[in-house]
């Protein structure tokens, strides 16, 4: 059973465009979720995170929207670059008994020059 | 101020032999997690250990997988008698504490090919 949801598979963008990437999960246990951001031949970086108390967290071009009700969330990233051209996994974390994290399958972003 | 540090970044291991995977927190980290990435899949959750204790493997094989993160040294992942299916990323994060919004660092990954 896939608890967190992620989609599209892959997107091109046009340099200057916004990326839009969407996850849902279905275990209201989460509560702390994380998006991740690798390049090939790397490690996962933390990229931005929030909490479900709040519905937007902002850092620089890029931001997370939550919708606790729906069990929904996205990364959107402001005036894309060629330079954003990685795979995104959004995550999610059970504060409960545990602390691994769920991940989505990822979705390849190309940004066009 | 190092990161995360893993090796061997490849590793490339016959059917039937012991794959040793090695992970080095970052300085002052005492919680470590080990993730396995397939192809085209996210990350899957393995194992997550402090010093000297495993807390939850329940992502982890029963058979032929075992971790460790003894008080002196890395954190060890030893998979043995290695099977094509085991061909993967194996990813190694560490974190000052266990609370909720304390970020998970990864290192570089550890690719593992069986022949």
Redesign the interface.
């Known amino acids: 059973q896939q608890q967190v949801k992620q989609s599209p598979q892959s997107l091109i963008v046009q340099k200057g465009g916004i990326s839009i990437i969407n996850c849902a999960y279905e275990n209201t246990a989460f509560d702390y979720f994380p998006w991740y951001q690798q390049f090939p031949g790397k490690g996962p970086a933390l990229l931005i995170a929030i909490r479900p108390d709040v519905s937007e967290k902002k850092e620089g071009r890029f931001t997370i929207s939550f919708n606790k009700s729906a069990k929904q969330f996205s990364l959107h990233i402001m005036d894309s670059q060629p330079g954003d051209s990685a795979t995104y996994f959004c995550a999610a974390r059970n504060g409960g008994s545990n602390y691994k994290l769920t991940f989505g399958k990822g979705t390849l972003l190309t940004v066009n020059p | 101020n190092a990161g995360?540090m893993?090796n061997p970044r490849h590793l490339v291991r016959r059917r039937g032999q012991e794959a040793r995977l090695r992970c080095s927190p970052m300085k002052g980290h005492s919680h470590v997690?080990w993730?396995r990435q397939l192809p085209?899949?996210?990350?899957?959750?393995m194992v997550?250990l402090q010093k000297e204790n495993i807390?939850?493997e329940?992502?982890m094989p029963k058979e032929r997988f075992s971790a460790e993160f003894p008080k002196e040294g890395p954190s060890i992942l030893r998979i043995q008698q290695v099977v094509r299916g085991d061909s993967a990323a194996y990813?190694c994060?560490s974190s000052l504490d266990?609370q909720?919004?304390d970020?998970?660092?990864?290192?570089?990954?550890t690719r593992l090919t069986v022949l």
């Open positions: 995360v893993q997690y993730y085209e899949e996210g990350l899957k959750f997550y807390i939850d329940s992502g990813f994060a266990r909720t919004t970020t998970q660092y990864f290192g570089p990954g």
